[in-house]
């Protein structure tokens, strides 16, 4: 019942831009912080943003200020990240969290 599901992965070239989506069912957004993480290949997983439950800052891991954006619509119960300047680098299985709840987590890859 309880369950995040992420969307609007995929395959772009260095330099385009993506948007992935989290929808949350069984809760609603608007009552708590939401995270990104991602993994990628040999890699522990790490945390990319965050973004506050009321009015605050959301906050970037150093590798994606000024390139990621975070936002959500609570009453779509859904959270973004816009993705620009994508980088090999990026490339990892990306993942919305809220505590114990995780979403089975999508596929960026940025090639040439």
């Known amino acids: 019942q309880l369950q995040l599901v992420e969307s609007g992965g995929g395959l772009v070239q260095p330099g385009e831009s993506l948007r992935l989506s989290c929808t949350a069912t069984?809760?609603?957004?608007?009552?708590?912080?939401i995270l990104w993480f991602r993994q990628a290949p040999g890699k522990e997983r790490e945390a990319v943003s965050c973004?506050?439950?009321?009015?605050?800052?959301?906050k970037y891991a150093d590798a994606v200020k000024g390139r990621f954006t975070i936002s959500r619509d609570n009453a779509k119960n859904t959270m973004y990240l816009q993705m620009n300047s994508l980088r090999p680098e990026d490339t990892a299985v990306y993942y919305c969290?809220?505590?114990?709840?995780w979403g089975q987590g999508i596929q960026v890859t940025v090639s040439s």
């Open positions: 969290n809220k505590g114990s709840i």
């Open positions: 973004i506050p439950w009321r009015d605050g800052r959301s």
């Open positions: 069984g809760f609603s957004f608007d009552m708590y912080a």
